[in-house]
């Protein structure tokens, strides 16, 4: 167990690449954290893993529904005309 | 007075009170913001006296959202509609049943999910299991030791251009459509609809740790996407 737990102090950067959402959720434990950092401080590759992991989030975000059907609110104020018909007098 | 002020009035208010509260004087109470200024809640407080401005502006404020989810089900916008059609039908016969424990949109994408999911049962096609396994990056480009033997190249500043952040935009989007369905809902639904991992957790029914799973895979391959646009370019 004891030589494990040495063995596991430095994350490789496959391990990182794994670790990088539960970093950005803030899921690490406090140890794991600091290793974390400790292994962006001396690696350039994984710093840039991680700018271009909270570039695609960000990326995704700018998505708009450009493609999405046209606006469907007379459909809508049918369906709810109908549904209070059905409900009677509401209190 | 505020929106957000009368909203947390009217969570405050006690049941009891509220029955001996007249409809009239709930209708002004409600009224006093536009409803397209009003909260969630508000909206559907008038909605249960039957305002239909309330119901159109609700409809309206989380239509692409609905859009856009119900999209990770079925296949077609056509059939997205639908689904978002037969969702608010739904709402509108639960209206009683809403207690407030979660937000209202956390309560609408609930109902969306299950409508769309039952829906899209038929469509959906088979996932293999190995899906949500798969590495975030690919083995190869590590040396025996893990580190990286062929490390990423450098291409976020490219994206300060606004037609190449538009351009890889809508190679996301695309992409989007190739995820696992699972993945697919997680990353919408937190990175596009920009609900906090507790309100997912909450809509997809799904644990933690399973959420976190999914969005892991979900934005590593959206990564390895730009990734590959970056490089052919």
Do not use: H, K, M, Y
């Given at each position: 167990m004891m030589r494990l737990r040495i063995r596991r102090r430095e994350l490789v950067c496959q391990q990182v690449v794994e670790l990088v959402t539960d970093y950005l959720e803030d899921r690490l434990s406090r140890a794991d954290r600091r290793r974390f950092d400790f292994h962006l401080t001396g690696c350039p590759h994984c710093t840039e893993y991680l700018a271009q992991l909270r570039a695609t989030i960000a990326l995704t975000g700018r998505?708009?529904?450009?493609d999405l059907t046209p606006p469907m609110q007379d459909e809508m104020i049918a369906l709810y005309r109908q549904w209070q018909q059905g409900q009677g007098h509401r209190p | 007075m505020q929106p957000g002020a009368a909203a947390a009035g009217l969570r405050k208010s006690p049941k009891a009170g509220r029955d001996r509260e007249s409809h009239a004087r709930q209708k002004r109470r409600l009224h006093v913001v536009p409803a397209d200024l009003a909260p969630d809640l508000m909206l559907l407080e008038r909605l249960r006296l039957g305002d239909e401005q309330a119901f159109v502006v609700l409809v309206q404020r989380y239509r692409d959202s609905m859009l856009r989810i119900a999209a990770c089900y079925v296949p077609g916008p056509a059939v997205a509609e639908e689904v978002v059609q037969d969702t608010w039908l739904a709402v509108l016969r639960g209206l009683s049943a809403?207690?407030?424990?979660?937000s209202v949109r956390t309560w609408l994408f609930r109902i969306l999910v299950n409508r769309a999911r039952t829906t899209g049962e038929r469509e959906r096609r088979s996932i293999a299991l190995g899906d949500d396994l798969e590495?975030?990056?690919?083995?190869?480009?590590?040396d025996p030791t893990g580190h990286w033997s062929d490390p990423p190249a450098h291409?976020?500043?490219?994206?300060?251009?606004r037609l190449t952040a538009e351009k890889m935009a809508g190679r996301i989007r695309t992409a989007m459509l190739d995820l696992p369905s699972r993945q697919r809902e997680v990353v919408t639904l937190r990175d596009?609809?920009?609900?906090s991992s507790d309100e997912v957790c909450s809509v997809l029914e799904i644990t933690e740790a399973n959420q976190r799973v999914l969005l892991h895979r979900g934005r590593s391959r959206l990564r390895q996407v730009l990734e590959t646009e970056f490089g052919r370019a």
């Open positions: 998505i708009t529904s450009a | 809403f207690e407030g424990r979660s590495p975030a990056v690919d083995q190869a480009r590590f291409w976020v500043d490219q994206l300060e251009d596009i609809e920009g609900l």
